[in-house]
């Protein structure tokens, strides 16, 4: 099919900047995160300034024949536009199946090229189908030709800048109408996970005419104008840092119990995943949860909503306790020796650890898809990142041969 035929077709279809300006031209971006950015910690990203936020990561086989998984995981409601819908597939008839059943509650639907686990290479998706490029470009484009709302695919970055310049101009020769580029390798995860590059992005940007987003870098909220200056790109994603740092589009410096009150303010008017709720705090407190251990099996133990009440409860009046002690001032933060914040434990602030590689990094601290300070069992999806599919894996038990 043409595009004057597709165009045709779909003549009130948004394309490109288009598409971009509808939805109120977003610059923060809260990424695709599985099992973490759901319906009620996108409302509150929203009330800290993201404009425009992802939904987690659907497996389309999925999402497509089984209504229970619809049901648990699919989630919006009347005020929560602008929203993009994600899906892993490696089948364009089931991709186009899963998406139509999005089309009328979304603004768009997102192809992951970007996961890079173990279980995304058994299931045959996200960024193990990189190599593909006509299989790429024939999911893209079965959406391209057939949905009645754009689609948009998010990538990761190979070794070399030409072909992944090149990668990104078949994506969006597809039909892909905003591209999300994460700055790093498919072999970047883990305690590889290194620095995205930003050099590659602006490469990417400077090759396509449609809108792009870039992933990766961001700790703080001057980053992502930094980002932006240094890519051209049209917006900023972040992952790690939103789930430690929810207010961090809106360069706030808030306590973590203040956070974690209203999430779950949120969450007793929108019904929530326990699981995900558990996640959260244990990454909302994850600094402070070392100290007050006793804090942290009780967050272990809690089953219910009103348990996680009075786990934030308790914790609050442990940190108000500890700031009163301190003379922190969030007007004056003093810096390490990398040039990193020094805030106290109960200040939202990023997720850093030190490079294995000292010799390599230069001993830098990183911001990186490492696992936050949770129990393995409490949490099924410790990263919180959409390029993390294990809690996929673990709830399904097996990898669908389709997605």
């Not at 005020?79 to 993009?84: F, G, H, K, L, S």
């Not at 870039?214 to 930094?226: M, P, T």
Request: negative net charge.
């Amino acid at each position: 099919m043409t595009e004057d035929e597709i165009i045709a077709k779909f003549p009130a279809r948004l394309r490109g900047f288009d598409l971009y300006r509808k939805m109120g031209s977003p610059k923060n971006i809260v990424a695709p995160m599985v099992d973490q950015s759901e319906l009620a910690w996108r409302m509150l990203s929203r009330n800290y300034g993201a404009d425009l936020c992802y939904t987690p990561m659907f497996h389309a086989k999925l999402f497509a024949n089984e209504q229970k998984y619809r049901d648990e995981h699919w989630q919006t409601n009347e005020t929560e536009r602008p929203v993009i819908v994600q899906f892993c597939a490696n089948d364009p008839d089931v991709l186009l199946k899963a998406a139509s059943m999005v089309a009328g509650q979304a603004d768009a639907v997102d192809l992951n090229l970007g996961c890079p686990q173990h279980i995304a290479r058994r299931g045959h998706y996200g960024s193990f189908l990189m190599d593909e490029w006509d299989l790429v470009s024939r999911l893209i484009r079965k959406l391209h030709e057939n949905l009645e709302i754009p689609v948009t695919a998010k990538i990761r970055v190979f070794p070399e800048i030409e072909k992944t310049v090149e990668y990104a101009k078949m994506v969006e020769a597809a039909g892909a109408q905003i591209i999300t580029v994460h700055g790093r390798l498919r072999e970047q995860k883990g305690h590889k996970t290194g620095l995205a590059d930003w050099a590659k992005i602006k490469a990417v940007k400077d090759a396509v005419s449609v809108p792009v987003f870039a992933n990766g870098n961001i700790l703080y909220q001057e980053d992502i104008q930094r980002c932006i200056d240094a890519t051209n790109v049209e917006g900023v994603m972040s992952a790690e840092t939103n789930l430690y740092n929810p207010a961090l589009f809106s360069g706030k410096v808030l306590p973590t119990w203040q956070m974690a009150e209203e999430y779950l303010d949120i969450c007793n008017e929108v019904p929530t995943n326990i699981s995900y709720i558990r996640g959260h705090l244990f990454k909302l407190f994850r600094y402070s949860l070392p100290i007050h251990t006793d804090l942290r099996q009780k967050l272990v133990d809690v089953r219910d909503l009103d348990g996680y009440r009075q786990f934030v409860r308790d914790m609050k009046a442990q940190l108000i306790a500890d700031a009163e002690g301190s003379d922190f001032d969030p007007e004056a933060v003093v810096v390490d020796e990398f040039g990193y914040r020094k805030y106290p434990h109960w200040i939202c602030q990023p997720a850093l650890r030190f490079e294995h590689d000292k010799e390599h990094s230069k001993s830098k601290r990183l911001l990186n898809e490492a696992q936050a300070d949770v129990p393995a069992n409490d949490t099924e999806c410790a990263t919180g990142n959409c390029d993390d599919a294990d809690s996929e894996a673990k709830r399904q038990k097996t990898s669908p041969d389709s997605v």
